[in-house]
């Protein structure tokens, strides 16, 4: 059975650091592209951040470029997203997924970047 668990988010100040982590369960992680989303308040889910079983390529959405990292260990089958130099704007919801046949989602964990 195919799970992702997401943790990692929580309250942080403009600036400051976050690492998001995703266990992923049922499927082996090395084999698939993993991505992370997230959804703002009122706006659609937008890509953030994946990285490819190909060489392990990743892609950025423009708006973290620099400051995203998006990264994989393939014996704890995690994903990680370390975000460093918060802003507002990335406050939302950031779920993990993964396109094991279907497509699979986390629950999701909620990032706020506030003063």
């Known amino acids: 059975q195919v799970r992702l668990v997401e943790s990692g988010g929580g309250l942080v100040q403009p600036g400051g650091s976050l690492r998001l982590s995703c266990a992923a369960s049922?499927?082996?992680?090395?084999?698939?592209?993993m991505k992370w989303y997230r959804q703002a308040p009122g706006k659609e889910r937008e890509l953030v951040a994946s990285?490819?079983?190909?060489?392990?390529?990743?892609y950025y959405i423009d708006s973290v470029k620099g400051r995203f990292t998006i990264s994989r260990d393939i014996y704890k089958n995690t994903v990680y997203l370390q975000m460093n130099s918060l802003t507002p704007e990335d406050t939302g919801v950031y779920h993990c997924?993964?396109?094991?046949?279907?497509?699979?989602w986390g629950q999701g964990t909620q990032v706020t970047v506030s003063s």
């Open positions: 997924n993964a396109r094991v046949g279907f497509d699979y």
């Open positions: 049922g499927f082996l992680l090395r084999s698939y592209s």
């Open positions: 990285i490819s079983t190909v060489n392990g390529a990743m």
